[in-house]
T-cell receptor, first 113, second 113 residues
Framework: DQQVKQNSPSLSVQEGRISILNCDYT??????FLWYKKYPAEGPTFLIS?????DKNEDGRFTVFLNKSAKHLSLHIVPSQPGDSAVYFC????????????FGKGTHLIIQP | KAGVTQTPRYLIKTRGQQVTLSCSPI?????VSWYQQTPGQGLQFLFE???????NKGNFPGRFSGRQFSNSRSEMNVSTLELGDSALYLC????????????FGPGTRLLVL
């Protein structure tokens, strides 16, 4: 049973526009959420995170929104740049991290010039 | 500061054999976590070590084990390899634990024939 779902395997966005990546979760015990970016042949790189006590966190071009009632989070990238082309993983963690990070299967973002 | 390193990068084994993978965390990081990535299941948490002790464990059989040394370097061992163990094995380190930002290594690609 997949507890973290990224329903779009891929997403194509024009350079300069907004990229919106979505993530849904089922486990109500998750209280910390993260986004990672992964280039081929490299490990995932931490991008941005959000605690369940917040509904928004911003870092430069990246903003993560959390809707706890809908068990949904999204990552907004504005403006999208060619270097943003990568696979993006949504991850979630419960209190204390006893079960480690639970990852979604990723969304491949392609930025078109 | 050097990143997380993993050796070897690629490995081919046959069913029934055992394998040991190595991970050197970022200097000063005491927490090391291991993850398995497969096309079907995505990224899954194996276990976390902190100060030479296993602190958290995912839902994997006992064939998967690990250890951590006093210098925080960690090894992961898989015994009696099965075809389904073919995967990318990722190691991540952080200062104090999974609750903090984890930094991933490039991974070890294991192929079981």
């Amino acid at each position: 049973d997949q507890q973290v779902k990224q329903n779009s395997p891929s997403l194509s966005v024009q350079e300069g526009r907004i990229s919106i990546l979505n993530c849904d979760y089922t486990n109500s015990m998750f209280d910390y959420f993260l986004w990672y970016k992964k280039y081929p042949a490299e490990g995932p790189t931490f991008l941005i995170s959000i605690s369940s006590i917040k509904d928004k966190n911003e870092d430069g071009r990246f903003t993560v929104f959390l809707n706890k009632s809908a068990k949904h989070l999204s990552l907004h990238i504005v403006p999208s740049q060619p270097g943003d082309s990568a696979v993006y993983f949504c991850a979630a963690m419960g209190v204390g991290g006893a079960d480690g990070l639970t990852f979604g299967k990723g969304t491949h973002l392609i930025i078109q010039p | 500061k050097a990143g997380v390193t993993q050796t070897p990068r690629y490995l081919i084994k046959t069913r029934g054999q055992q394998v040991t993978l190595s991970c050197s965390p970022i200097s000063g990081h005491r927490s090391v976590s291991w993850y398995q990535q497969t096309p079907g299941q995505g990224l899954q948490f194996l276990f976390e070590y902190f100060s030479e002790t296993q602190r958290n464990k995912g839902n994997f059989p006992g064939r998967f084990s690990g250890r951590q040394f006093s210098n925080s370097r960690s090894e992961m061992n898989v015994s009696t390899l099965e075809l389904g163990d073919s995967a990318l094995y990722l190691c991540a380190s952080s200062l104090r634990g999974i609750q903090e930002t984890q930094y991933f290594g490039p991974g070890t690609r294991l192929l079981v024939l």
